[in-house]
């Protein structure tokens, strides 16, 4: 399809496991974000690419924490050791532009999601 | 940093209702982006508007309407007519200029639209 796709949409993991979510943003994007929102709340920003460069992992709440971009598309953002504080919904949206001004129309267009539960 | 508040956590109409959405944000910089994203069901996040911190006028997009105003920092959202189908999570945000890879999401509203 012609939208951001994500996989799995649903993960059920036990606590310590490692886990991994691809997101296949729009072909010619240049950002590619990641966020994560637990139940009732808005996203909270994780990390952003532009292109293959990561430029911002700020967002990023533990060192088991790791995203990568490594063609400057598909993106895979793993998680290792899995704790219950990690179970959430992983969006990943892109942007056709860089974040470097007004050239940005701010327009994110975002995935369906990659629900993770961790048991 | 900046932040976003969207008080009403949720709402609930009925068909043909107009309902607002309130959105109130904080940021000690000058220039700055607002959004509105729309959750439906599936999940995935749909985008309404963007407006610049420059712009203060108000837009209209159908049944749509979005009322920006700097002085008391907030940047409403309007549902005239509504409908069964606008039912959603709807979602304000806020970017800094030179920090917008960080966009701020309010926690969001939930808007049921009754038949």
């Known amino acids: 399809g012609a939208g951001v796709s994500q996989s799995p949409r649903y993960k059920v993991a036990k606590r310590g496991q490692d886990v991994a979510l691809r997101c296949d943003p729009i072909?010619?994007?240049?950002?590619l974000f990641w966020y994560q929102q637990a139940l009732g709340q808005g996203p909270e920003f994780l990390t952003y690419f532009q292109n293959e460069a990561q430029l911002d992992k700020s967002g990023l709440p533990s060192d088991r924490f790791f995203a990568e971009r490594p063609e400057g598309s598909v993106s895979t953002l793993k998680i290792q050791r899995t704790q219950q504080e990690d179970s959430a919904v992983y969006l990943c949206?892109?942007?056709?532009?860089?974040?470097?001004?007004?050239?940005?129309?701010?327009?994110?267009?975002f995935g369906e999601g990659s629900r993770l539960t961790v048991l | 940093a900046q932040k976003v508040t969207q008080a009403q956590t949720e709402i609930s109409v009925v068909e043909k209702e107009d309902v607002t959405l309130d959105c109130v944000y904080e940021t000690r910089d000058t220039t700055y982006y607002l959004f509105w994203y729309k959750q439906p069901p599936s999940g995935e996040l749909v985008f309404l508007i963007r407006?610049?911190?420059?712009?203060?006028q108000n837009e209209i997009s159908g049944r749509y309407s979005w009322n920006f105003q700097k002085s008391t920092s907030s940047f409403n959202f309007t549902i005239t007519a509504s409908q069964v189908v606008d039912s959603a999570v709807y979602f304000c945000?806020?970017?800094?200029?030179?920090?917008?890879?960080?966009?701020?999401f309010g926690a969001g509203t939930r808007l049921t639209v009754k038949p």
């Open positions: 407006r610049n911190s420059f712009d203060e």
């Open positions: 072909s010619g994007h240049v950002s």
């Open positions: 949206a892109s942007s056709l532009f860089g974040t470097s001004g007004f050239a940005n129309t701010g327009e994110l267009f």
């Open positions: 945000a806020l970017s800094e200029w030179g920090n917008n890879n960080d966009m701020r």
